[in-house]
């Protein structure tokens, strides 16, 4: 059964620094990946899909990185902002359709 | 910029009662999902939906949980006789194909009094 760890469960930051958040699963058999956003109370903003045959994708600030024979994934976000605050979740598929999720990493970007 | 909508956003129903909760998929999207996230704890899967039919269920997903897709646009999720520990968000998501990037609503907060 497939298992999504997140770590850090909570990070702080100031404002302008690079950060670093890590997620693990446990069966390296994945379709892909996808790192999402979610602010309080709210829905999933789906911000990087990592497919299974790459090593990285980027968009903007942020860097996603796959090592699927490890088992890992780190979210890279440069020259962090308030605006960042929230809790960023990251899901894997497997040989189904659904997302497996992680409990996620609550950042917050202090000015 | 396509997006998926639920409605509604926050529903408080008695325990027993039946509720229907709505969402609109991206219009050229194949396949649907619900999720849910207890508070506090990870979002879960609930069913996938292709071509008309299951087309995957998790343990959750039990005779008291239903899917429909009345129309072309519409994507419903009923729970028949509300029970507290289905207090949760409910999310429903889409994909263009199975590999394929999901994309999430904005989830409806279902609280079982």
């Known amino acids: 059964k497939q298992e999504v760890t997140q770590i850090p469960a909570a990070l702080s930051v100031p404002e302008g620094e690079n950060l670093v958040l890590n997620c693990s699963f446990t069966?390296?058999?994945?379709?892909?990946l996808q790192w999402f956003r979610q602010d309080p109370g709210k829905g999933l903003t789906s911000l990087l899909l990592?497919?299974?045959?790459?090593r990285e994708q980027t968009s903007g600030r942020l860097n996603a990185s796959l090592d699927k024979s490890s088992g890992r994934s780190t979210l890279y976000i440069a020259a962090s902002q308030p605006g960042d605050s929230a809790t960023y979740l990251c899901?894997?598929?497997?040989?189904?359709?659904?997302?497996?999720f992680g409990k996620g990493t609550k950042l917050t970007v202090n000015p | 910029e396509p997006e998926v909508t639920q409605t509604p956003s926050h529903q408080v129903t008695q325990m027993g009662q039946e509720v229907i909760l709505r969402c609109v998929p991206i219009?050229?999207?194949?396949?649907f999902y619900w999720y849910r996230q207890i508070l506090g704890q990870k979002v879960e899967f609930l069913v996938s939906?292709?071509?008309?039919?299951?087309?995957?269920k998790s343990e959750i997903f039990d005779d008291q949980f239903s899917v429909e897709r009345p129309d072309g646009s519409n994507f419903t999720l009923k729970i028949r006789s509300t029970k507290l520990e289905d207090s949760a968000m409910y999310f429903c998501?889409?994909?263009?194909?199975?590999?394929?990037?999901?994309?999430f609503g904005q989830g409806t907060r279902l609280t079982v009094v």
């Open positions: 219009s050229n999207h194949l396949y």
């Open positions: 998501a889409s994909t263009r194909g199975v590999n394929t990037e999901a994309f």
């Open positions: 899901a894997v598929q497997g040989g189904s359709e659904k997302l497996v």
């Open positions: 069966d390296s058999a994945i379709y892909n």
């Open positions: 990592i497919q299974s045959s790459q």
């Open positions: 939906f292709y071509n008309n039919e299951i087309s995957e």
